[in-house]
Every structure is written in structure tokens, then in C-alpha cells.
């Protein structure tokens, strides 16, 4: 008798912890949400059947009609979360495959075993067949098919085996491990259930096996956030470095040489000018290194000034060559860094530097708001050039790289565009489209 409460205990803690296993990995913060979930249905079933047996034995013997009822119930639902247990297990399986999953027809057989269980235990329940519930003396007593079940138990095990052994490759080691137990340990149990009759073997296995997939599914999720934190502090790493050879690309040679080049022959003539250039390319290069490492949008007079440095810098390096004009009616705005700069850089190189000598080049910058948006315009006087070059993304020229490096940018922002109008021997305007709030 005191073994029959200690087992009876044994199984109702047993359910208790299969339901906070469940919960818990339903409900907890995880990065293998699926197989999270997957593993709670395989825990709660357990849990069932583990109570409604726990339940059996606790009214096993006891005399009267309302204990029959109990018995023939419980014992039923008992059977019943047994049977359908390997359709959990298999899916929970095919889930824990990396890679493509290709077992869906595995999950197919085990259900087959599953439902011609489930028939086995319903027609049990009337000819006793499986097996009965004694009415004489409350008793439960296997039926002459018993042996079925135990077979079609076996027989689905041996299959997740064959399985989890063919696929061992797309499983991981450890979870390899815990899947395994959940056959290996009732398997043995079903097998020495078959010629000792008793307590359950099987379900105190289940309890050993469901504690061992909890334990390896947090251990899982656990390694699984700490190795995406450090792809993710990788990938940041790549970031910070991709941003500085962005920046290093920004400072072109050529341009910082010609610069230098100007500030050393205005060392002998106007020593002013000289120190005022400096000035200008030091706030250049700061600008442009703050600029490239901007996650957040930058006011429009932060990127209008650095423009505006920009040009001075390259009216010392080309003086006489080309003329500048502002427009900026609209001024409360934020865009993405290095929006205006790139394209009067392109208007400059590809546009007005190949005008033919002695004819000087005019770049105008607009801004102006419109309803419910704010228009930028990025105009020259330059060589201009052939649309379909822009037109077709796989015929881009490498020369106009600036100007995609812009429309990249402004994918930040929601409902942006950018828009070309060029034609050779007329110039270039580039138009930038922001959305207002309000």
C-alpha cells in the first residue's frame, strides 16, 4: 500500500512538472520558438498521462460504482495520451532538424501507428480486448491484445530511431541524445512491461526522458542566445569597420592632395586664406567621418553646411571653374548623412569638370517645400549624361556610384525618392522627395 502512494505521488509530481515545463517553455523568451513550442505539446501530453494513471492507481481496488466510473475513464484517457504521445515526439523530431526538413512522411507513419492504436484502445473498450476494468473488484486487468499495443509501441519507437539514426547528421549531438532517451528508456520498459505486470515502468521512464528534453532544450536556447550575441557583436565589429573604410573611401587621394597642394602655394601668398582652408578641410573630414558613422537622420542645415565646405574646398583646389547658387526657402527638415554632398560631388566630377576649358559651371541647390513633403534639388550645368545608364541597374556606370549611394541611404525613410533628369550636353537635376509629418 505505501508503495502504491509513493508511486501515485511519484506520478502526480511527475505531471506537475510536465505543465511547468510546458508553461514555461510556452510562455519564456526563447530563439527556438518552434521547437519550443513543439517540446511543450510533447511535455503536456506527458503530463496528462501521467495524472489520469496517477488517478488509476489511486482508485485501483476501491469498491463501489463511482470508483468503476472513474476507473473506466481515466484508465481510457490514459491509453488514450499513450497512443497519441509519438505524434508529438515525431514532430517535436522533425522540428529539431537543421537544415531542410524532409520527415514529413516519418511524422505520417507514426501517426498511422498512433490512430490504429486508438482504435485498438475505443473497440477495448466494449469486448475488453486491450483491456478492462474488472467491476467485481475494481481491478484493472490486461485483455489477450495487450501485446498489440505493446508491439505497435515498439514498432513506432523503432522507427523514430531508424530516423533520428538516418538524419543524425541534421540533429545535434545532444538533443540527438535527449530524442533517444525518450525511445531507448520506454522502449526497455515496454519490453519488460510485456512479462512482468505491476507498476508502470514506461511512465517512469517518460518522467526520466521529459526532464532530460527540458534540460537539453534550455541548454540549447541558452547557447543558441549566447552564439547570436556574438555574431551579433561580430557583425557590429564588421560595422564599425566597414564604416571606417567607407569613411577612408570618402577622403578621395586626389582631393586631398590637391587641397593640400592649394593650402602649400597659399602658404607663400595669402597666409589667411591659407589658414581659413584648413579650417575648412579639418571641419570637412570631421563632418564626413561623424557623417558615415550616423545611425539617426541629421538636420538638412548640418548636411547644407558640410556641402557648402565641401565646395569651398573645391573652389581653392579649381578656382574660376564653377559657380555656386543657394536656394534653400525650406530648412526644418532631418535626411540621412551624406545625402546633398554626394551629388554635388557627382555634379562637379562628371559634369561640370568635363566642360571644355574656359567655360565656367554653375551648381544650384534648391530646397522647398511642398504639400506634405520637401523637394531638394541637386542642379548643374555640366556635360550631362546618358539615362539608360541609369535606367538599366545592370549597365549602372561606375562614375555615377554617388548617386545610388544616395538612393541607398534614403531607404531609411519611409516613402523617399530620388529622381534623375539628364541629358548630354544640358546638365543634370536631381530631385531628393521627403515625406512631412503633418
Known amino acids: 500500500m505505501v508503495i502504491k502512494y509513493i508511486y501515485t505521488d511519484l506520478e502526480f509530481f511527475g505531471a506537475l512538472f510536465c505543465w511547468v515545463a510546458a508553461a514555461y517553455l510556452i510562455i519564456s523568451r526563447s530563439v527556438i520558438k518552434r521547437q519550443y513550442r513543439a517540446l511543450a505539446s510533447l511535455e503536456a501530453a506527458i503530463g496528462v498521462m501521467l495524472f489520469f494513471d496517477a488517478l488509476a492507481w489511486l482508485y485501483r481496488g476501491n469498491p463501489g460504482r463511482t470508483a468503476f466510473v472513474v476507473l473506466t475513464v481515466v484508465n481510457f484517457l490514459n491509453f488514450v495520451a499513450n497512443a497519441v504521445l509519438p505524434v508529438f515526439y515525431s514532430v517535436y523530431i522533425l522540428l529539431s532538424m537543421r537544415g531542410e526538413k524532409s520527415g514529413s512522411k516519418f511524422v505520417y507513419v507514426i501517426t498511422g501507428f498512433s490512430l490504429l492504436s486508438l482504435a485498438f484502445i475505443s473497440i477495448s473498450q466494449f469486448n475488453g480486448y486491450i483491456y478492462r476494468i474488472n467491476p467485481e473488484t475494481n481491478l484493472y486487468e490486461r485483455g489477450e491484445g495487450f501485446n498489440i499495443l505493446t508491439v505497435l509501441f515498439i514498432l513506432g519507437m523503432l522507427v523514430g530511431i531508424m530516423f533520428i539514426t538516418k538524419y543524425r547528421k541534421n540533429i545535434p549531438r545532444f538533443r540527438r541524445i535527449a530524442l533517444l532517451s525518450f525511445i531507448i528508456l520506454p522502449l526497455i520498459a515496454a519490453v519488460i512491461q510485456a512479462f512482468i505486470y505491476g507498476y508502470s515502468l514506461s511512465n517512469i521512464a517518460c518522467i526520466i526522458s521529459g526532464f532530460i528534453m527540458f534540460a537539453q532544450a534550455l541548454d540549447d536556447n541558452a547557447k543558441t542566445i549566447i552564439e547570436n550575441e556574438i555574431y551579433i557583436k561580430k557583425q557590429s565589429e564588421e560595422l564599425t569597420e566597414m564604416r571606417t573604410k567607407m569613411a577612408l573611401s570618402q577622403m578621395k587621394p586626389e582631393f586631398l592632395y590637391d587641397t593640400l597642394n592649394s593650402i602649400y602655394s597659399l602658404c607663400d601668398k595669402d597666409v589667411s586664406r591659407a589658414k581659413e582652408v584648413i579650417v575648412h578641410l579639418s571641419n570637412y573630414l570631421r563632418q564626413d567621418i561623424e557623417s558615415i558613422d550616423a545611425d539617426r537622420l541629421v538636420s538638412f542645415a548640418k548636411e547644407l553646411n558640410h556641402t557648402m565646405v565641401y565646395l569651398e574646398l573645391e573652389k581653392t583646389r579649381c578656382p574660376g571653374r564653377f559657380e555656386v547658387e543657394y536656394h534653400t526657402n525650406a530648412t526644418g527638415f532631418e535626411l540621412p548623412a551624406l545625402t546633398i554632398q554626394p551629388l554635388v560631388e557627382n555634379a562637379l566630377r562628371h559634369g561640370i569638370y568635363k566642360l571644355p576649358p574656359g567655360d565656367t559651371g554653375k551648381i544650384m541647390i534648391y530646397s522647398a517645400k511642398g504639400n506634405g513633403y520637401v523637394k531638394i534639388s541637386v542642379v548643374d550645368n555640366g556635360v550631362g549624361f546618358d539615362m539608360t545608364k541609369i535606367e538599366k541597374e545592370t549597365g549602372f ?42
Request: hydrophobic letters at 40%.
Open 397 to 438: 556606370d561606375r562614375n555615377l556610384a554617388g548617386i545610388q549611394n544616395v538612393r541607398n541611404r534614403l531607404k531609411i525613410m519611409e516613402d523617399a525618392e530620388l529622381h534623375i533628369q539628364s541629358q548630354e550636353g544640358f546638365g543634370t537635376i536631381v530631385d531628393i522627395i521627403i515625406p512631412t509629418k503633418g
